[in-house]
């Protein structure tokens, strides 16, 4: 061999190194529904953040958040996530409804008393099985739960401070686990699309509407709704998602990483979560908004009639009805 060829073998050589080291390289990329900028949304957007930093710094594996429903829909990205397309996603419980039904379950009206007896019940051994269900038959690895604002409140132009309230309002409400209830209370539901909710309360096409209060604020509802009732009668979260096919693909150290990622950002998620609430309070009610509270008997009044109805839709569309008898039980235990 001459001094070219054996000058030429060693580049050659090095480049493959190179290349094979850079095919190691791992890559997370996360599409998120937020733009990168939007404001009071930490919770969400920072989640991801303090996700990718810790990975990044922790690990030879990189992080690209991709913002604003750049990679499609939640329903896309869900989709993607499933096919190995995507490795993560934001997706919250409603979108991942459409491809295991089980987890609506967690959205029965007035199951969970608390944000912390919720995360309890995620936490432990019905949250995990279910962690465990939903990798088995969607593709998709739960890293855990996180909190999508906490507790859905109703909104309206007049004060509804007890089930009978609610008679003759038209409420923007979507899913049966949501137009059941708000039906059983004499009220009509209307499924108006996000978009379009500020407006259909402006003209009077709906009376009212339920969200987590930093929702609320976010489209300037308190411009059209004059009273926030602090029914707190579902709970909407999120399961961090990640492909199980790219997790598995890992090495045990770098899936130890995501992991401990994993559960410093839901941390991080449900403390500020609770925080971004208390400020979006006091936000709506400097806006002019009279946010009333509720005390237990109220919330009792509410649930009976909410509850029950709900709970025979679950009997019947669920792939495992048991899971409400578990659901009830498991937050009785995490009390």
């Known amino acids: 061999m001459n001094a070219r060829t054996s000058t030429l073998g060693a580049a050659l050589i090095g480049a493959s190194l190179a290349f094979s080291g850079a095919a190691q390289a791992q890559q997370i990329t996360i599409g998120l529904s937020l733009p ?3 404001v009071g949304f930490d919770f969400v957007n920072g989640m991801y953040t303090l996700f990718a930093e810790h990975i990044e710094a922790n690990s030879d594996m990189t992080v690209n958040i991709v913002y604003g429903n750049a990679l499609g829909s939640p329903a896309d990205r869900l989709g993607q996530m499933r096919r190995g397309i995507l490795e993560m996603s934001d997706n919250s419980d409603g979108t991942y409804a459409a491809i295991y039904p089980d987890i609506l379950v967690f959205n029965m009206p007035y199951l969970f008393p608390t944000e912390q007896n919720a995360w309890a019940v ?6 995990q099985a279910m962690a465990e269900d939903i990798r088995e038959k969607t593709g998709i690895r739960v890293l855990g739960w996180w909190e999508s604002g906490g507790f859905r409140h109703f909104s309206a132009n007049t004060a509804i401070e007890t089930p009978a309230d609610m008679a003759g309002l038209k409420m923007r409400v979507l899913g049966p686990l949501a137009t059941i209830p708000v039906e059983a209370m004499g ?12 407006t259909s309360l402006r003209t009077g096409v709906v009376d009212g509407q339920d969200n987590a209060v930093s929702v609320f604020n976010l489209v300037n509802l308190f411009e059209v709704q004059s009273h926030l009732m602090m029914t707190g009668h579902a709970y909407s979260f999120g399961p961090m998602g990640i492909s199980d096919a790219f997790f ?20 991080f998620n449900r403390r500020t979560s609770r925080e971004v609430e208390a400020s979006a309070i006091d936000f709506a009610r400097e806006a002019g908004v009279t946010v009333i509270e509720m005390d237990q008997d109220q919330r009792d009044a509410f649930r009976h009639v909410m509850q029950p109805v709900a709970a025979e839709w679950l009997r019947a569309n669920l792939d495992r009805p048991e899971l409400i008898e578990e659901a009830l039980d498991a937050v009785e235990a995490a009390r």
Do not use: T
């Open 187 to 198: 009220a009509s539901a209307a499924p108006i699309s996000f978009g379009e909710l500020y």
């Open 248 to 267: 598995s693909g890992l090495s045990a150290e770098n899936q130890a990483v995501i992991l401990e990622a994993a559960e410093l950002a839901i941390d």
């Open 36 to 38: 990168e900028s939007i």
């Open 122 to 127: 995620l936490d432990g051994p019905m949250g």
